[in-house]
């Protein structure tokens, strides 16, 4: 836990927080103007990261509604894609097209809202890593508290619990809801989720994605260890066996 709060060990924990630090600074903004969403297009998408091709010829294609899994073996490219979308980086695309109009990667940030394998905690109160600062209404944020399994914790420790050095007694767990529900609360189009039932036990994983199922986000969830007939619930499944790099040397 101590190495997960330490956040300036890695440059995408620090890239992680000033894209949080730019959202607190804009929130009333952001949460007006959050933008129109119908599909996304990324078509013929390689993967890359230190010059080394990790998957290739990826195309996909996410509608409002819909819940997409991404499924493969580990180190194929699955939480990289999720990078790119995101930021439009460790990657490269024939065409992005957004709702009929092409786009360039790293253009269209504000589309998502993004929950790491790694949650991010910050030395403040327990609200203040839920909403960012945000002016959202209390009724919101228990709802998805309550969604989250995290009613408990709220009401053992309330919202103005200070987190940060009492972090650590926090199971891997809760920091990881918690993560989510900023995720959430960030109210953008599509959530990018990245194997957020890592720190969950199975009931736990069940009952938060019934939540997320039931809610009719839109999302993009990167699944490492699962059910066969689990992936019968999501609209479009992603797998990267299909799309590995072949060294034809």
């Not at 992680?16 to 804009?26: E, G, S």
């Not at 990790?54 to 991404?70: C, E, F, P, T, Y």
């Not at 809760?174 to 993560?179: A, F, H, P, V």
């Not at 999302?219 to 590995?244: M, T, W």
Request: net charge neutral; with cysteine.
């Amino acid at each position: 836990l101590q190495e997960r709060n330490n956040l300036s060990t890695t440059k995408p924990i620090v890239r992680k927080i000033k894209q949080y630090i730019q959202k607190a600074d804009n929130v009333e903004r952001e949460q007006t103007n959050n933008p129109i969403f119908n599909e996304l297009q990324v078509q013929d998408l390689d993967l890359m990261r230190q010059d080394k091709v990790l998957a290739q010829h990826i195309n996909l294609d996410i509608k409002s509604g819909q819940k997409v899994a991404v499924i493969g073996p580990s180190g194929s490219g699955k939480s990289t894609m999720l990078q790119f979308l995101m930021y439009g980086k460790y990657g490269k695309s024939k065409k992005i097209i957004l709702d009929h109009n092409e786009v360039a990667a790293g253009s269209f940030t504000k589309l998502f809202a993004y929950s790491s394998q790694s949650a991010v905690i910050f030395s403040d109160t327990l609200w203040f890593n839920l909403t960012l600062g945000a002016n959202i209404a209390k009724e919101k944020v228990l709802e998805v508290c309550q969604g989250l399994q995290l009613g408990q914790l709220i009401k053992e420790k309330g919202f103005d619990y200070q987190l940060g050095d009492n972090a650590d007694q926090l199971s891997g767990g809760q920091l990881s809801r918690i993560e989510v529900a900023r995720a959430i609360l960030a109210n953008r189009p599509i959530l990018l989720l990245d194997e957020i039932n890592a720190s969950l036990d199975k009931t736990s994983s069940k009952a938060i994605h019934q939540y997320i199922f039931d809610s009719n986000f839109t999302f993009v969830e990167v699944i490492h260890h699962y059910d066969p007939e689990e992936l019968q619930k999501y609209d479009v499944v992603v797998d990267f066996n299909q799309y590995q790099f072949e060294d034809k040397k």
